[in-house]
Each structure stands twice: as structure tokens, then as C-alpha cells.
């Protein structure tokens, strides 16, 4: 292969498979520009959308385009004034969704996921992950990965694992130890939020699904103990009396709500307990719901929205994976290559996936 190109999987076409072929391999050609050899991607429930063509109405993303936004890698090549602790040969993560076309009063906050102007790659015009190597704008945008013994699936800490994290730090300041925390779907997300729930909370979970499989392997990875519990959401007649009744009547304090159904929206806020949080996450029903007011302020109860996480969350979650706080490993259930991206992809939108999966290029592609 020629050093000039690299091998990549586009989006060329809506509902067609990914054509693995050779494109331009991106250069460090500005100052602070780093590019970044892709380890691993993970495979996300949202590029499940872009490539069904159904994400045209909220974003800049249109084929052809090469997919993937959580990406690990290993420093390649860097442009002047990068510092020595992103040298070639450095692992890292890349926080996709800190990239801005431009500065404003959220990227000098540090949330950079929420500024005006975003260039997420793999879901704007800027090429993401699906591909040997990734052009990063900025060297801020990347976080040292020392430490973290399995960089292909440490992956999923920069998209599956931040947004769970900071869905978890919102219920934060109104869950107390031996409380209540609902984890409404247990795909790669879900995973992330009953761990993190249980493990930086000190909450009792209980995680709905509808798929008994999922619910298994929540167990298993989540390693719930005696005062968790599962509600298998395709068998309950009603979930809000499932949840009155597994808390003994008081209710949750906070629902993490990755999948965002407003036909079930309902029940969970009505099991919300005076001051609990319901933090929206899944896009299930855009726009759809109606806000119960009188609800929300006869007992102080909040909604808020999560939108993945900030740079800094990336590095704060870096540390309690390094910590062992955070079991991402086992979250990792299909490893493919750019070859397999297309199949894998597919198996997500027929709802057929445990965990994530990744594109795992540590052996080369
Ligand atoms: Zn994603």
C-alpha cells in the first residue's frame, strides 16, 4: 500500500454496505494538528442512523462519508507546536465530541460538546474513525490512554462510556447512598450507566429492558447484587407498579433514560420520588412528550437532557477505568475488522447486538 493512502469503510450510498476502499491518508499539515492511527471504533447506535439516512434532519452528514466517532489510537504524525506528551507512538483517546468549527462561551467552559458549531467527525462532513488513521484538528482534543491495558475497546469510554458517566453526575447531587436509580436500556450505554450507578452513586439499580438476553448479560456486567433488580419491560403489565413495589413504595431518585420512549416516558416519571431526576438520553421521541407540571413541582422533580460528554469527562472516566472502577472490557462483545464494519453495523439495526461492538485494528487492518 502506497504511505499516501489508507484503507477506510464509506458511507457511499444509504442502506448499502460500506465500501472498504483506499482514500487520501489525512496529514498533520497545520500547527497543533495531530493525526492519530486508529486502534479501535466503536460501534454506535447512531451511526446506525446516519447510515439509514435519518440523521440528514439534525446534522451536517450526508454520503459520502466515512463513519465512526469513538475512537482510540496511537499518535502518528504531529504538526508544530504539538507538546511532547502527544509525541508519535503515544496512546490516546480522541474526544470526537469536543471538535468546534469555532470558539464560543461553551468551549471556553469546557463543554465543548455543546458549542455552536460542531464538527463532530463521522457525523459532519469531517471524516471519522472507520479508517487507519483519523486527522485531528487539535491536540486538545485528545487524552492520554497510559494505563488502560485494552485500547481498542477503551474505545467505547469517549461516546458509549462519557455519555452514561455524565447522565450519572447530573443524578448525582440528588441520589443518595441506598436510593433508587432506574437504567431504562441495556445496550453499550445502558451498561456504562448501572455501573456507574451502582459504583459512583452507591445506589440500588434496576435495569429495564425488553430482551431477556440483555438483561443476563447486565447482570453479569454490571454484577448486580441483592437489592438490584431487572424488570423485563416486554413482560411487565405495568412497570411503574413493578418499580413502586421492588422499592418498597418510595419510589425512584433517578431515572436514566438511554432509550427515551414517551409511551414510557409516563410511568417512569410517575415513579420519579419528591426531588429525583429524570435525565433523558435516547432520542426515542423527539419532541414528543408533554411535561407534566404539576408533577414536577409538587415535589422539586427535574428533567434534564445528557449530549454525550466533555473532554474532560472523557479524562475524569479514563481515571476510573484506570482505577477499575469501570469495567469497559466486558461491554466489548464483537471485535471486527474495517471489512466486517458493514455486517456489524447491520446486526446493531436488527437490534441483534449484546454490548458494542468495535472495529479493533490493533493487529493492523
Ligand atoms: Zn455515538
Known amino acids: 500500500m502506497p504511505a499516501s493512502t489508507m484503507k477506510a469503510a464509506v458511507l457511499r450510498e444509504y442502506l448499502a454496505p460500506l465500501s472498504v476502499e483506499e482514500v487520501p491518508r489525512p496529514r498533520a499539515s497545520g500547527r497543533f494538528e495531530v493525526v492519530v492511527k486508529i486502534v479501535g471504533s466503536g460501534i454506535c447506535h447512531t451511526d446506525v442512523h446516519v447510515w439509514r439516512g435519518e440523521a440528514e434532519a ?5 454520503p459520502p462519508i466515512i463513519l465512526g466517532h469513538e475512537p482510540s ?7 508544530e507546536g504539538v507538546p511532547e506528551r502527544f509525541k508519535p507512538g503515544t496512546p490516546v483517546l480522541v474526544c470526537a465530541s469536543g471538535f468546534c468549527a469555532e470558539e464560543d462561551e461553551y468551549t471556553m467552559e469546557g463543554e465543548s460538546q455543546l458549542c455552536r458549531k460542531p464538527e463532530w467527525p463521522g457525523l459532519s462532513r469531517r471524516p471519522g474513525s472507520y479508517a487507519e488513521y483519523m486527522h485531528v484538528p487539535h491536540y486538545k482534543y485528545l487524552i492520554p490512554a497510559h494505563g488502560l491495558e485494552d485500547l481498542p475497546a477503551a474505545s467505547l469510554l469517549t461516546d458509549a462510556g462519557v455519555t452514561a458517566y455524565r447522565a450519572v453526575k447530573k443524578a448525582k447531587e440528588r441520589v443518595k447512598p441506598d436510593d433508587y436509580v432506574v437504567v431504562v436500556g441495556l445496550g453499550g450505554v445502558g451498561l456504562f450507566g448501572l455501573q456507574l450507578a451502582k459504583r459512583l452513586l452507591n445506589a440500588n439499580v434496576i435495569g429495564v429492558d425488553v430482551k431477556e438476553e440483555k438483561l443476563d448479560f447486565a447482570a453479569k456486567v454490571a454484577r448486580l447484587g441483592d437489592s438490584d433488580h431487572l424488570i423485563n419491560a416486554s413482560r411487565a403489565e405495568r412497570i411503574y407498579d413493578e418499580i413502586m413495589m421492588m422499592t418498597g413504595g418510595r419510589g425512584v431518585r433517578a431515572v436514566l433514560d438511554f432509550v427515551g420512549l414517551e409511551s414510557e416516558m409516563e410511568q417512569y416519571l410517575r415513579a420519579l420520588d419528591v426531588k429525583g431526576i429524570y435525565v433523558v438520553v435516547g432520542l ?11 408533577h414536577l413541582i409538587l415535589g422539586e422533580r427535574a428533567i434534564t437532557g445528557v449530549l454525550w460528554g466533555s473532554c474532560r469527562d472523557v479524562a475524569e472516566l479514563a481515571g476510573l477505568a484506570r482505577a477499575g472502577v469501570v469495567d469497559y472490557r466486558s461491554i466489548v462483545t464483537a471485535r471486527v475488522g474495517l471489512e466486517g464494519a458493514s455486517d456489524a453495523l447491520e446486526r446493531l439495526d436488527r437490534g441483534e447486538v449484546l454490548g458494542r461492538q468495535i472495529i479493533d485494528l490493533s493487529g493492523g487492518s
Open 284 to 294: 426515542g421521541s423527539p419532541f414528543g412528550s408533554r411535561v407534566p407540571s404539576l
Open 58 to 62: 439534525v446534522l451536517d452528514v450526508r
Open 73 to 79: 489510537g496511537i499518535v502518528w504524525e504531529v504538526g
